[in-house]
């Protein structure tokens, strides 16, 4: 199968995403700066997960760059990612309407951990295709940002009993340690193509 086809369905499903959570912002019902003030936990929420899905989507993007041929273990894996990705709009809306909330804190780190372990096993599954020594292999290397990134999600989950800011802060703090796309695929690809 052809690369195309994956990326534009993950593309169209990413884009639907962020579709479903901006419709879930309200209008509110005044007219004055007050009637805002319930919106701004939804909408600090809308702004986290907007900011991930447009880090998976940007590392997506990256990823698919160092695909030749598509398996159909990686069709299963992307579509593993995919479905974690889905939930980001429930359990960013149960976080926004509950002010943060623990559990629904700890809910939203869950979905966030369950999408970096789908990243994880995509990523698995396009080096057993290419294998280790293809241009993923070389640029990811020991992938310590994204070992990082999932003790870090596993901590926040449990320390969202004791201080849910605390497990919020780390989650902000994950993503903007993913904000700058990693750049190591996007050299590597650039200098396969030039060869």
Do not use: C
Not at 1 to 19: P, Q
Not at 123 to 144: N, P, R, V, Y
Not at 157 to 180: E, N
């Amino acid at each position: 199968m052809n690369k195309n086809r994956l990326e534009a369905f993950s593309d169209g499903v990413i884009a639907i995403l962020i579709t479903i959570m901006v419709l879930e912002l309200k209008v509110p019902h005044g007219n004055d700066f007050k009637s805002l003030l319930p919106l701004i936990p939804i909408f600090i929420s809308y702004i986290m997960s907007f900011l991930y899905l447009g880090i998976y989507w940007n590392n997506h993007h990256h990823l698919l760059h160092t695909v030749k041929q598509v398996s159909g273990n990686i069709l299963w894996a992307n579509l593993h990612l995919l479905f974690w990705l889905s939930l980001i709009p429930f359990v960013t809306g149960w976080v926004g309407e509950n002010n943060f909330a623990p559990f629904p804190i700890s809910l939203y780190g869950v979905n966030l951990l369950m999408a970096a372990i789908a990243y994880y096993v995509l990523q698995i599954q396009i080096l057993k295709t290419h294998g280790t020594d293809s241009l993923l292999g070389k640029a990811i290397g020991s992938d310590m940002k994204g070992k990082m990134s999932l003790v870090l999600y596993f901590s926040a989950i449990w320390l969202s009993i004791l201080s849910q800011w605390i497990a919020l802060g780390i989650y902000v703090f994950v993503a903007l340690i993913w904000l700058i796309p990693d750049k190591r695929i996007e050299r590597l690809f650039w200098e396969d193509s030039r060869n």
